[in-house]
């Protein structure tokens, strides 16, 4: 199948869209016959890192590529960054504002939710921004069946 690349601008704190990206991406992983559970895993990874731009970033893009061996999802923002990578990995651990917390984001499940369901992780951050690359194996087992 046609390789699947789109790019897409995130607007600091713009809740009402956050979830488009990972809504897209959905479609495009359905329109390859692959697996309701396949498509769950991503779609969960690509929704948190898109509310993570949204909630503790001024504003970034999305990078999504789809081939027939894999989904590859980047994500580029401009600062603040994460001041401490490994303690942001931890299960509950948030920086979320008061106005992400009052639309229901912030619970710090992100990152751990993201690193749970995919296979590779490239996390990188400075006070410029934060890189957040996530990429999933499409195997035989990825399609339905």
């Known amino acids: 199948m046609e390789p699947y690349s789109r790019e897409h601008q995130i607007e600091r704190n713009d809740i009402a869209?956050?979830?488009?990206?990972a809504s897209l991406t959905?479609?495009?992983?359905?329109k390859r016959g692959l697996?309701?559970?396949?498509?769950?895993q991503v779609t969960i990874g690509v929704y948190e890192a898109e509310i993570n731009v949204v909630i503790h970033s001024y504003g970034?893009?999305?990078?999504?590529?789809?081939t027939d061996d894999f989904a590859e999802i980047t994500f580029e923002d401009v600062g603040p960054g994460i001041?401490?990578?490994?303690?942001?990995l931890t299960a509950g651990y948030s920086t979320a504002s008061s106005y992400a917390i009052e639309n229901g984001f912030g619970a710090g499940m992100g990152l751990p939710n993201i690193q749970a369901v995919s296979d590779?992780?490239?996390l990188q951050s400075s006070t410029d921004g934060t890189?957040?690359?996530?990429?999933f194996n499409i195997t035989e087992d990825a399609y339905e069946h």
């Open 17 to 21: 869209n956050a979830g488009t990206i």
């Open 26 to 30: 959905k479609r495009a992983l359905k």
């Open 35 to 40: 697996s309701r559970e396949f498509i769950k």
């Open 60 to 66: 970034g893009k999305a990078s999504v590529e789809i």
């Open 83 to 88: 001041e401490n990578i490994e303690q942001a």
């Open 120 to 122: 590779e992780m490239d």
């Open 131 to 135: 890189y957040l690359r996530i990429k």
